[in-house]
Nanobody, 124 residues
């Protein structure tokens, strides 16, 4: 129901845009998030955009370089990644969260539905 795409191999300093297309659910009704998992590491939060579409939240490691956005007409949300670094290399997952409570959506356990992941590799 969530299909992540857009990953690939890029040199350090380059850019990629990840997409997460939803089917069967209207993403604008959910808080949307991106996580990543590098080999041997736990899945970590990257960015989220609240269901209102106006509030975003980023991990400190990507703040100022990554931008999360959504396109309600396409039922898709995105992660624009600029100034990529080798340490950004990971499998990136998109997810959506049903709850509209006030908790900061930066924990994987707070999300209900997940995409399959897309590999991002940044070479030095």
């Amino acid at each position: 129901q969530l299909q992540a795409s857009g990953g690939g191999l890029v040199q350090a300093g380059g850019s990629l845009r990840l997409s997460c297309a939803a089917s069967g659910r209207t993403v604008s009704r959910y808080t949307m998030g991106w996580f990543r998992q590098a080999p041997g590491k736990e899945r970590e939060f990257v960015a989220a955009i609240w269901w209102t579409g106006f509030t975003t939240y980023y991990a400190d490691s990507v703040k100022g370089r990554f931008t999360i956005s959504s396109d309600n007409a396409k039922n898709t949300f995105y992660l624009q990644m600029n100034s990529l670094k080798p340490e950004d290399t990971a499998v990136y997952y998109c997810a959506i969260r049903s709850s509209r409570d006030s908790l900061i959506p930066n924990t994987a356990g707070r999300y209900d539905y997940w995409g399959q992941g897309t590999q991002v590799t940044v070479s030095s």
